[in-house]
């Protein structure tokens, strides 16, 4: 899953896509270096803070000159937004998966846009603030638990739902460094599994770096998240993640 975020403010790249030519661009690029699927943000979540809130006619204003063109690219597009309006236009316009870092908890219209356009949602895990104190692979079973009920009552099937444990998102870096390696547990709730580690802080913790030089770690945690058990990888860095699995699958399938 390729990011294309237009927004000014995304931690790793505001600003460079907003113009939405060079968002055009981006995406093109991205699917010609071997997405899937494409993910379009037009609010930042900035996981570490700071992040301005956008009216959903703004957040629409930046999408839709985007949205009419990217979902002709001929693959899936993804909606990254945690509002129900939001989410709406963009299914109407053409995206065909919602992804809510709010996993259905923000938002009380959401779990019904999802059942009703019957398409798939990513359900992250999220938190107000990071807790060093708290076990994080249990809050986040909680978390999905909830989830799971809200979707439930509104009428979202399972075969709808991906689950990603939220990297940078309310963690702590060595919470975010436990979720990977502890994302098998995740699997007991039988649905994909989704990570997004790329260009993240918990990474810069381990081995300084601004976010633009941060691949070599987006990589690292991408691989074992897979071998964790994640089906899905959200990156900015498509080019170098398509080459990175591509290695690792041909050294698999040599033994
Ligand atoms: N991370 C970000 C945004 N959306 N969605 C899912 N499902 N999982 C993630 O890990 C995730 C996400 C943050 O990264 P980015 O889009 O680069 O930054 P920003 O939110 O500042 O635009």
């Known amino acids: 899953m390729g990011i294309l975020n237009v927004t000014p403010d995304s931690f790793s ?16 690029q991205m699917v010609d270096q071997g997405a899937d699927i494409l993910d379009i943000g037009a609010e930042s ?3 570490y803070g700071g992040a301005v809130a956008v009216s959903p006619e703004e957040e629409l204003l930046r999408l839709q000159p985007v949205l009419s063109v990217v979902t002709t ?19 109407v316009a053409g995206a065909s998966i919602v992804n809510d870092v709010w996993g259905l908890q923000r938002d009380p219209d959401m779990a019904r846009v999802v059942a009703d356009h019957a398409v798939p949602v990513i359900v992250m895990h999220n938190r107000e603030a990071a807790d060093p104190a708290i076990d994080i692979m249990a809050d986040m079973a909680a978390f999905f638990s909830r989830s ?8 979202v099937t399972r075969e709808q739902i991906v689950l990603d444990p ?3 998102f309310g963690k702590t870096p060595e919470q975010s ?8 547990e995740l699997k007991s709730f039988g649905l994909p599994l989704l990570i997004g580690a790329s260009r993240k802080r918990f990474i810069d913790s381990i ?7 941060r691949i070599g770690g987006s990589i690292a945690s991408h691989l074992l998240a897979v071998q964790n058990g994640a089906a899905i990888v959200r990156t900015h860095d498509v080019a170098e993640t398509v080459q990175a699995f591509r290695v690792a ?5 040599a033994t």
């Open 45 to 47: 979540t900035r996981p």
């Open 177 to 184: 460094i436990m979720a990977i390696a502890r994302l098998a």
């Open 249 to 253: 699958a041909a050294i698999r399938n």
């Open 207 to 213: 081995s300084p770096a601004p976010p633009d030089r």
């Open 166 to 168: 939220g990297i940078g």
């Open 13 to 28: 790249d505001g600003g460079r896509f907003l113009d939405p030519q060079r968002a055009i661009d981006h995406a093109r």
């Open 148 to 155: 799971l009920e809200i979707a439930e009552r509104a009428g």
């Open 73 to 91: 690219l001929g693959v899936p597009v993804s909606i990254d937004t945690m509002k129900a309006k939001v989410a709406l236009a963009a299914l």
